[in-house]
């Protein structure tokens, strides 16, 4: 019998001691691991910058002067910096104001009431149960493949009265087939318990849907918020042909008037315009300050619902 504290060697290990090893995630790297991470960080960095440059090179020529907009190669930075394009795209153009307002009118109503008649629509077809279901999701499938056209469309709107009218812009789209298939099937995703429980409380559908299936529902409704406000936000051509009057002109419209315009105009007339003696505006400068001003908004909002847009695709892409 061994009396008193015996030393345990370094190459014993205690019987508890063989659950309790250190990952192999954190060892010690191999030369060849290293490398690669090193190698794919230098990629994710590279696409990085090959996304985030044309914003920038934009944002630079959009305040730049006339040397550093025709000087070539890469920029990363100027030397000199100017809003003249900016006093120019609201100057000479009064309308961009308005143009805003009206865009943004679109976009707000728009969407709110797009995502609110598409949640209304996908909820019934989440049932499984609902009578005609299928027979209805197939029709909302065939819209995704075949429209009315043009022309019949632009002469329904002008024969119910929608012509020369923010509305519109809003109701000949209002839902969408696609984004009615993606919120039925998050919803089908939701667990039948939540209402069961809720009907045994004696809610109805309406109180089910506003106070358990809208919170449930957030990553959809944010990403199906998204598409539609994006999109409302780039349309002009149904303006085009659906407006006349210029105090209701979206700013995408806007847009493609002034750019078209500044390709007939001389430097030497935007300068007499701009009272700008000792340097030339560049048509260029103009044009990225009009494309600066048009998806400044998307880029400010797109963050804040960027970590519901992946989930919300994912999960509305699992069950038919």
């Known amino acids: 019998m061994v009396s008193g504290n015996v030393p345990i060697p370094a190459e014993v290990e205690a019987p508890g001691d063989a659950g309790r090893r250190r990952p192999k995630a954190f060892s010690r790297k191999s030369p060849g691991e290293i490398v690669f991470d090193v190698f794919n960080a230098f990629l994710l960095i590279l696409f990085c910058l090959t996304i985030f440059y044309p914003f920038w090179n934009t944002l630079l020529i959009s305040m730049a002067s006339g040397s550093d907009v ?14 003249n394009a900016y006093r120019l795209a609201f100057s000479k153009y009064g309308h961009v ?24 629509a996908a909820y019934p077809l989440s049932k499984r149960d609902i009578p005609g279901r299928n027979l209805m999701t197939i029709y909302i499938l065939i819209t995704m493949f075949f429209s009315g056209g043009l022309i019949p469309t632009y002469l329904l709107i002008r024969n119910i009265g929608l012509f020369n009218t923010r509305a519109a812009l809003i109701l000949p789209l209002l839902v969408q087939g696609y984004y009615v298939i993606i919120m039925r099937n998050f919803l089908m995703t939701i667990d039948p318990a939540f209402e069961e429980s809720a009907f045994m409380d004696g809610a109805n559908y309406l109180q089910i849907l506003v106070r358990i299936i809208v919170p449930l529902s957030k990553p959809v409704i ?30 995408q ?16 007339e935007m300068q007499r315009f701009m009272d700008i003696e000792e340097v030339a505006l560049p048509t260029q400068s103009v044009r990225a300050a009009i494309t600066i001003l048009t998806m400044g908004p998307i880029i400010f909002f797109y963050p804040f619902l960027q970590k519901y847009f992946i989930k919300g695709i994912f999960l509305g892409s699992l069950k038919g």
């Open 70 to 83: 025709n000087s070539l190669g890469f920029r990363f930075w100027i030397t000199s910096w100017n809003l």
């Open 97 to 120: 104001g308005i143009a805003y307002l009206n865009s943004i009118f679109r976009t707000v109503v728009g969407t709110i009431a797009g995502v609110i008649v598409t949640l209304l």
């Open 222 to 251: 944010a990403t199906i918020a998204l598409w539609i406000a994006v999109w409302h936000w780039n349309q002009w051509f149904d303006a085009l042909i659906y407006l006349s009057s210029e105090r209701k002109i979206v700013l």
């Open 253 to 268: 419209l806007l847009l493609r008037r002034m750019i078209q315009q500044m390709t007939l105009l001389q430097n030497e």
